[in-house]
């Protein structure tokens, strides 16, 4: 069943990486920010990044773009499968600061 295993509000700084979570159980995760906050000009990418083995290095397995305003008011990573370490990070590259909740919900 799933159940929230992190959650927050980050605040960005443009154009600065934000990590919102670092998690280092296996399991099944899947990232969830609020862009209701979004405006025109605004631009956000979310990216999920993992480690194939034990002390392998941390690589990019996903990355959404957004941009402006939203129609979809919450984006979501594909869900990710790890057995190591997943990293789930928010960058806006454009635009306002902004608050922008986020959720790491866990799949199994």
């Known amino acids: ?7 927050g509000t980050q605040t ?7 990590t919102l ?3 280092t159980d296996a399991g099944n995760y899947v990232l969830y920010v609020d862009l209701n906050a979004m405006a025109k000009g605004d631009e956000v990418e979310i990216r999920a990044k993992i480690k194939v083995l034990t002390g392998g ?3 990019q397995v996903f990355i959404g773009h957004y941009v402006g ?3 979809n008011l919450v984006a979501a990573s594909i869900p ?14 454009a635009g306002s600061s ?3 909740p986020w959720e790491v919900i866990d799949m199994a």
């Not at 960005?12 to 934000?18: A, G, R, S």
């Not at 990710?80 to 590259?93: H, K, R």
């Open 1 to 7: 069943m799933p159940s929230a295993k992190t959650q």
């Open 12 to 18: 960005t700084t443009v154009p600065t990486e934000h």
């Open 21 to 23: 979570a670092t998690i």
């Open 57 to 59: 290095t941390t690589r």
């Open 69 to 71: 305003a939203q129609t």
């Open 80 to 93: 990710v499968s790890v057995a190591f370490e997943v990293i789930f990070t928010l960058n806006q590259t």
């Open 98 to 100: 902004r608050s922008i």
